[in-house]
């Protein structure tokens, strides 16, 4: 088989370590008789910065056709964040119809969490993100700018479709892993958003009968992350509640550097697209120290998503066996001083 992959290295460290993954991407397919060609985008900040715009206006119509996207990060400190998310991100997100945003959470062996008492293998669960509406529709604005009366209107956007498809995904992984559902909700302060929310997932649950729902307010959820992460197995969530509560995710199971996330359409009729959590970190930018594991996770996320499996299984235990071993390189931000390309070469060792 062979596949078309879009890489949009982005800006920050993004470029640094999507360059020092894509090898280790050729060499395990390889290995597995898979063919990939991997058409690179430059799209951005630094774009934007040149041209005023992070993509072309036709960009969409030119990756349309991929078999999935590669992102490194997104981001500059002379660019708003909304420019950024709105330039290129969201974009992407909607207009393929990733309504689906997959984060898994694992603290691998070898990892030490902030967290006193968890080891590896302790807390292991994935947070099923609504990725194309909810808080972060682009419905509102401004108006009277610069006057005392200026106002600004935000409106969250909650659609059957939208709500019921995030929730069927997650529905379907619980059946999948141990059979518990967590849905993070407001619906104390949200009467109508979150209420609906509440009820779809009273609809969808009966559906799925094996799975035990539990629901938390995101503010309880929040907590609880912190307080008995091992408890959580699959946890469903709107746009904004999700982004956070991966974020917290992420940093008990050890590092954002560990953390890989799917944005996923969930027809196939669209590519999907695979990146990081962390951000583009330019305070590190330059310095070749990026840990590159969660671009290789992500990586592991797409070719399970393309229907390679075993290239998928072989990335992710060439990451469980880097991490569990003592006397192999580990990045900074896991308390060691290997770079980027240190450690990719130790993955491939592993390979």
Known sequence: M???????????IGPEVVDATLPLFEEVAGNHGVEIEFTRYD???????EEGTMMPEDGLDRIEGSDAILLGAVGHPEVPDHVTLH??????RKEFNQQVCERPSILFDGVESPLKGYEGGDVDFVVFRENTEGEY????????????????????????????AILRAAFEAAEEREGHL??????????YSMVFWDDVVEEVREDYPDVEVESLLVDAASMDFIRRPEEFDVVVASNLFG?????????VTGSMGLAPSGNVNR??????MFEPVHGSAPDITGQGVANPIATVLSGAM??????????SADLWSAVRELLADESAPTPPDLGGSAGTEEMVAALSDRL
């Open 2 to 12: 062979s596949y078309e992959i879009t890489t949009i290295p982005g800006d920050g």
């Open 302 to 311: 797409l070719f399970e998503n393309v229907g390679e499996e075993e290239v």
């Open 137 to 164: 529709a682009d419905v509102g604005g401004r108006e009277h700018i610069g006057f005392d009366h200026e106002i600004a209107v935000q409106s969250s956007v909650f659609t059957r479709q939208g709500t019921e």
């Open 87 to 92: 330039g290129l991100l969201l974009p992407i």
């Open 243 to 251: 982004d956070i509560l991966t974020d917290i995710g992420a940093i």
């Open 182 to 191: 967590t849905s993070i909700t407001k619906s104390n302060a949200q009467a």
């Open 43 to 49: 799209w951005g900040s630094d774009r934007y910065l």
């Open 267 to 272: 027809s196939g009729e669209y590519p999907s």
